[in-house]
């Protein structure tokens, strides 16, 4: 038997837009409509079913549980926030909180009011005004009930989608423009973790922890060359290390969250900034389980992540890690493989705090729709009806006993 620390923190992950449903101010809503995509229209129905949802996740052992709240129903108008939407999402932690779960709270986790976005979104240098005055709407309302807030969710894979490869609104493909969002969304953070900090403070409650949900991928090289290897190290410090690096010198991250699920195989074809930092090799050399996305299973990247993250000397909690397949036995091997390595990870010095799989349901896979299925627990999307996988019931199990 392996043992996880005292206190561990177990749950699972989700965000609002991929499991609540009715997100109508949302600007992917609108996005999804005017590109004939599917829609997410009534998601899993949590906004109605969280208390059920909640009561699952308690039988199932978690004493964790991390979320997202819906910028777009807080503030559906630019400046004109909804007491109502509080009141929801006050009685949503509350249910957590009665049943003995530990709330990690997002504040963004891809989704933008609409009104934002057609303001400039994240390119807009007024957006990080906008997003601390949401923060300290709500933040305000829940500090007392909530000790770890995650402000944004994988900033560069946002970026990524939304202003280099442009497949998700608002679609631009522009490096300027992705350098712009970044800068803003960075400096939302570094601010927001100041505010939030602040308003603790004045609320005299405990320090809060607050970080942003880091995506990480391990990079491995296709062949044994100078260039593969070169394309590694570049994408590592890129991709993996350079906001995590500007958070900590700035003082502005407590915890470290970091979602992990795959390994990308560097082949780098010609020398180049953009080959270097984006060229993967497409012959499936090193050829390795996947999920149902294609993405490969790579379990000793996530030890390998830690490892490099020791240095900051900070708690790590894992935000994110699952796997989208109609095997659930492969489910069960990648959670089980994973926790070894975090596992290990923690017998070398790291300090993890905790592991929230995502996610606790299937659910709506952004512009992937509702075909990918990530649940520990089924949803049947006709019935709405969640029915626990046996992947459910032994990570209930590890859940229970703090042990593999
Ligand atoms: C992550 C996202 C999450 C979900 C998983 C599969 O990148 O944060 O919303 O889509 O991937």
Redesign the pocket.
């Known amino acids: 038997m392996l043992h996880f620390p005292q206190n561990f923190l177990w749950g699972a992950a989700t ?1 609002s837009y ?1 499991v609540e449903g009715g997100n109508s101010n949302s600007d992917w809503w609108h996005w999804e409509k005017k590109n004939g995509l599917v829609n997410s229209g009534p998601a899993c129905r949590q906004y109605e079913l969280f208390a059920q949802d909640f009561e699952l996740a308690r039988s199932q052992n978690h004493n964790a549980h991390r979320l997202s709240l819906e910028w777009a129903r807080l503030e559906p108008q630019e400046g004109e926030f909804s007491e109502q939407e509080l009141k929801h999402y006050i009685e949503v932690i509350d249910a957590l909180v009665s049943r003995g779960m530990e709330p990690v709270v997002t504040l963004h ?2 989704t933008n009011p609409l009104w934002l976005s057609d303001s400039g979104g994240w390119e807009n240098p007024a957006a990080v005004k906008y997003f601390l005055r949401y923060c300290k709407f709500v933040v305000s309302a829940l500090a007392g009930r909530v000790r770890f807030w995650i402000t944004i ?2 900033p560069l ?1 946002y970026i990524y989608h939304s202003y280099i490869l442009g497949v998700w609104p608002p679609q631009k493909k522009s490096v300027l423009s992705a350098m712009r969002a970044e800068g803003h969304l960075v400096a939302a953070h570094i601010k927001a973790y100041r505010l939030i900090h602040k308003l603790y403070n004045d609320l005299g409650l405990d320090k809060p922890n607050v970080s942003i ?1 880091k ?1 990480v991928q391990a990079f491995v090289a296709c062949r044994d060359n100078f260039l593969d290897r070169l394309g590694t190290i570049l994408r590592d410090y890129w991709y993996n290390i350079r906001i995590i690096d500007k958070l900590t010198r700035h003082n502005a991250i407590d915890f470290i969250g970091l ?1 992990y ?1 795959s390994r990308q195989l560097v082949e780098v074809k010609n020398w180049g900034i953009a080959n270097l930092i984006m060229d993967t090799c497409s012959l499936n050399h090193h050829p390795l389980k996947k999920n149902s996305l294609g993405w490969d299973i790579y379990p000793e990247g996530l030890y390998n992540l830690l490892i490099c993250f020791k240095k900051y000397n900070l708690p790590v909690i894992i935000t ?1 890690n ?1 796997i ?1 397949t109609d095997d659930d036995g492969l489910r069960w091997e990648y959670i089980y493989g994973h926790l070894k390595q975090l596992h290990q990870a923690i017998g070398n010095g790291v300090k993890v705090a905790g592991y929230l799989y ?1 996610s606790l349901l299937d659910n709506f ?2 512009d992937k729709g509702f075909t990918p299925r ?1 649940g520990l627990n089924e949803v049947n999307y006709d019935t709405y009806a969640r029915t626990p996988r046996d992947s459910a019931r032994k990570y209930a199990e590890v859940c229970k006993t703090g042990a593999i």
Do not use: D, K, L, R
Request: net charge negative; hydrophobic share 35%.
């Open positions: 965000s991929q986790h891809f969710n994988e894979v949900a995506n979602n699920y994110e699952g989208c995502w896979e952004w990530f």
